[in-house]
T-cell receptor, first 120, second 115 residues
Framework: GAVVSQHPSWVICKSGTSVKIECRSLDFQATTMFWYRQFPKQSLMLMATSNEGSKATYEQGVEKDKFLINHASLTLSTLTVTSAHPEDSSFYIC????????????????FGPGTRLTVT | AQKITQTQPGMFVQEKEAVTLDCTYDTSDQSYGLFWYKQPSSGEMIFLIYQGSYDEQNATEGRYSLNFQKARKSANLVISASQLGDSAMYFCAMREGTSYGKLTFGQGTILTVHP
């Protein structure tokens, strides 16, 4: 079954409104969650890294006031796109990382199914 | 400089044939991991195969194998006996030793399998 869920899977909103995307780790506690955005036929670009109970670390060029990330618990991180505009239309994917010591490859496969955001 | 480079925007292969998707990387870390993912049109990211920098043997997972050439800093994905369901976008990614859990992705290669 799914290890990571994202909600909603797709959303259409009007320009100027805010949209919240949830990423839930279903099978384990995720000390770290990563948020990516992806434009059609392009690569995944890391937006920010969130650690439970602390402020997110944003990548260069990502507006922290526009893309609010909250990692309030070990199983939930949220990405809020504030005052969305058409250029924010994209596919947003989260990845959860449980941390700790284990087989190195086993922790790199836990992606959410993605959220397709369309801003009109 | 790009840390992960995939130079093939698109590749075509005949069903049942083998195909190689190229990936080169750049890192000064001694410890790193290389990954390949498949992304079908649905958007989900499917983990395919992993190669650690200290692994002496090339990784294999079913029809997928990773041709790891450390000196050349390349980690090509080989898909044997292609199937129509293999048509998707493929990403190479790297986790560097100093970036706990953080992955850097290549540009991706769109693979189309023809019947």
């Amino acid at each position: 079954g799914a290890v990571v869920s994202q909600h909603p899977s797709w959303v259409i909103c009007k320009s100027g409104t805010s949209v919240k995307i949830e990423c839930r780790s279903l099978d384990f506690q995720a000390t770290t969650m990563f948020w990516y955005r992806q434009f059609p036929k392009q690569s995944l670009m890391l937006m920010a890294t969130s650690n439970e109970g602390s402020k997110a670390t944003y990548e260069q060029g990502v507006e922290k006031d526009k893309f609010l990330i909250n990692h309030a618990s070990l199983t939930l991180s949220t990405l809020t796109v504030t005052s969305a505009h058409p250029e924010d239309s994209s596919f947003y994917i989260c990845r959860v990382f449980p941390g700790g010591r284990s087989r190195p490859s086993s922790y790199e496969q836990y992606f959410g199914p993605g959220t397709r955001l369309t801003v009109t | 400089a790009q840390k992960i480079t995939q130079t093939q925007p698109g590749m075509f292969v005949q069903e049942k044939e083998a195909v190689t998707l190229d990936c080169t990387y750049d890192t000064s870390d001694q410890s790193y991991g290389l990954f390949w993912y498949k992304q079908p049109s649905s958007g989900e990211m499917i983990f395919l195969i992993y190669q650690g920098s200290y692994d002496e043997q090339n990784a294999t997972e079913g029809r997928y194998s990773l041709n790891f050439q450390k000196a050349r800093k390349s980690a090509n994905l080989v898909i044997s006996a292609s199937q129509l369901g293999d048509s998707a976008m493929y990403f190479c990614a790297m986790r560097e030793g100093t970036s706990y859990g953080k992955l850097t992705f290549g540009q991706g290669t769109i693979l189309t399998v023809h019947p």
